[in-house]
């Protein structure tokens, strides 16, 4: 059951500020994350303050250098159906697009996707665990066929978002506002692994806002693409997900940025793979090369050992699709 909770809908960046101030307060965006957090007594706000009305929050924007401005309340519907982000960022577009049901996408947020909680069946469950304060991360000697095969160690959760490996891959940047003022972080450092803090998924402070992410323009011969696997073909979380972004120079590779989703406690970056392209043809042999690079490193649990080879599949399936342009 939903607890007794009060509600506040201010009209300005600076009245969210403040009534963030107070710690029993949270931040509702679409509330389809929180409210099941709510529900699961994960979250336990005393008053929720609604983004719905903050201007400076709002709006996606193509600036003439081509780069987007995206508030943090713009809807994933919205994004995944723009023509411009389709067009040159559709990694993003692509994203947005899979996230959840129609519902979810028109009702559900950018901001609200990147900072959701995991989705960790201990961690929404009965159980102390680690990421709620307690000694133990339950899915390491329990079930953990949704859960980590990169990055683990202290939680072995994996990061839900579709979105964040995207704006990692397109190296996008995020404007935070906070009781201390703005700061911007790249959003390849918004993300706190659990060796660095079990507690928390992001850099955010208490009371600090995400109020919008700057995606750079996309260079002359640049690709980019979002795919994933689900258990449920209709609408479900990724057990893989992975976000490519490149730069060619004729059939050669410039860059590459290559990051995962759904294997590991944060988007994770695969510099291994990003290695194996750049330099490179896209051919047979790089994305083979890229696929294997890929799990470098993987330690998969009892049972999720499926998700090594499911990458490699991902990550070969969308950089053939690349490749095909
Ligand atoms: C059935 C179901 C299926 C789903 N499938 C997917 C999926 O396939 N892929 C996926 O990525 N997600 C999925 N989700 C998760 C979630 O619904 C989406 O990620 C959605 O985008 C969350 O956005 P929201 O605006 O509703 O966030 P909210 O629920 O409003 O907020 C989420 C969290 O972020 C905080 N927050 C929100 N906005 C801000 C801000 N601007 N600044 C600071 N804090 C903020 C809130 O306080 C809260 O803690 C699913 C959810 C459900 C219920």
């Not at 983004?51 to 600036?63: F, I, K, N, S, T």
């Not at 947005?96 to 129609?102: D, I, L, M």
């Not at 009702?107 to 929404?124: A, D, I, S, V």
């Not at 992001?202 to 806002?209: K, M, R, W």
Request: proline share 7%; hydrophobic share 45%; aromatic share 4%.
């Amino acid at each position: 059951m939903l607890p007794a909770f009060a509600y506040a809908r201010p009209g300005s960046l600076r009245e969210a500020l403040d009534l963030l101030k107070d710690a029993a307060s949270a931040p509702l965006a679409g509330g389809t994350d929180l409210q099941g957090c709510m529900e699961d007594g994960v979250a336990r706000p005393a008053r929720l303050v609604s983004l719905a009305a903050v201007p400076e929050l709002r709006g996606l924007e193509v600036r003439p250098d081509g780069s987007l401005r995206i508030g943090a309340a713009t809807p994933l519907a919205e994004l995944a159906a723009h023509p411009a982000v389709r067009q040159r960022h559709a990694a993003l577009a692509r994203a947005a697009a899979s996230v959840g049901s129609p519902q979810l996408r028109n009702q559900g947020t950018l901001g609200g996707n990147l900072l959701q909680r995991p989705r960790c069946w201990y961690f929404r469950g009965d159980f102390p665990c680690a990421r709620k304060g307690g000694g133990t991360c339950y899915a390491q000697d329990g079930r953990n066929a949704r859960h980590a095969i990169l990055g683990g160690g202290r939680c072995v959760m994996v990061h839900p978002s579709d979105t964040a490996p995207a704006l990692v891959a397109l190296d996008a940047v995020v404007q935070l506002a906070g009781p201390r003022g703005a700061r911007r972080v790249p959003a390849g450092e918004l993300f706190v692994g659990p060796e660095r803090d079990v507690r928390r998924e992001t850099v955010l402070a208490p009371g600090e806002l995400l109020v919008e992410v700057l995606v750079p323009a996309a260079p002359p011969g640049a690709r980019s693409g979002y795919d994933k696997a689900r258990a449920r073909g209709s609408f479900d979380f990724a057990l893989v997900g992975a976000a490519v972004a490149l730069v060619l120079r004729g059939r050669s590779v410039e860059r590459a940025r290559v990051v995962l989703g759904g294997v590991a406690p944060l988007p994770w970056r695969s510099r291994p793979a990003e290695q194996a392209l750049e330099g490179r043809a896209l051919d047979e042999g790089s994305l083979a090369a890229a696929a294997e690079a890929a799990v470098a490193g993987a330690d998969p649990l009892a049972e999720n050992g499926y998700k090594v080879a499911m990458t490699r599949g991902i990550v070969q399936r969308l950089l053939a699709s690349l490749a095909a342009g």
